[in-house]
């Protein structure tokens, strides 16, 4: 659960009103080294995106992406990806606004997907592969009850060399 000194977010379903933030967001090449994406994103697919998340449910789509608003204003996303309701487990994906990073809302996140997770899902647990020399990430996901897991070599090409990237989970306690 949050602490005192953890800022209160609200996660809710992405919205056609998110299409700029999450444009930023996407084509900012910084973060394409810590994600999926290599490449820009028009204005037109976030919005096919987002109309795509929202007339699909998690069981089908076996993703769920979700907005973190602090103040009436969006911080972050948070996904849930390669979800398993057979063995209750799911990936989870995570981005901060430039602007807000460092004020807590990335920890707040995170407790508040597990708890929905819990109590919504019946999730058993959770994980995520971060690269070596990510140690923000790697601090943040320890700092919420995450445990190394394993190493997986050479996993992560970030456009000049290779890196390992380190599976982290935690088992969530009902």
């Not at 973060?31 to 089908?60: K, M």
């Not at 995170?110 to 790697?138: G, K, P, T, V, W």
């Not at 000049?160 to 380190?166: G, L, P, S």
Request: with cysteine; aromatic share 10%.
């Amino acid at each position: 659960m949050p602490t005192i000194d953890t800022p209160s977010v609200c996660l809710r379903a992405l919205e056609p009103a998110d299409v700029e933030t999450l444009y930023n967001w996407e084509n900012d090449p910084a973060v394409w080294g810590v994600s999926a994406a290599h490449q820009p994103f028009s204005r037109y697919a976030l919005q096919r995106f987002i109309d795509e998340c929202s007339a699909s449910d998690i069981y089908a789509s076996r993703q769920l992406r979700l907005m973190a608003d602090a103040e009436d204003r969006p911080v972050g996303c948070i996904d849930l990806y390669d979800f398993d309701p057979y063995h209750r487990r799911a990936g989870i994906g995570i981005i901060v606004d430039r602007s807000q990073r460092g004020k807590g809302y990335a920890t707040a996140m995170l407790h508040s997907l597990e708890a929905f997770a819990a109590e919504h899902l019946s999730m058993h647990q959770l994980y995520c592969d971060i690269a070596l020399d990510n140690q923000r990430s790697i601090s943040l996901f320890t700092k919420c009850g995450f445990n190394p897991c394993g190493t997986m070599s050479q996993w992560v090409w970030n456009g000049t060399r290779w890196t390992d990237a380190c599976r982290m989970q935690k088992i969530i306690e009902i």
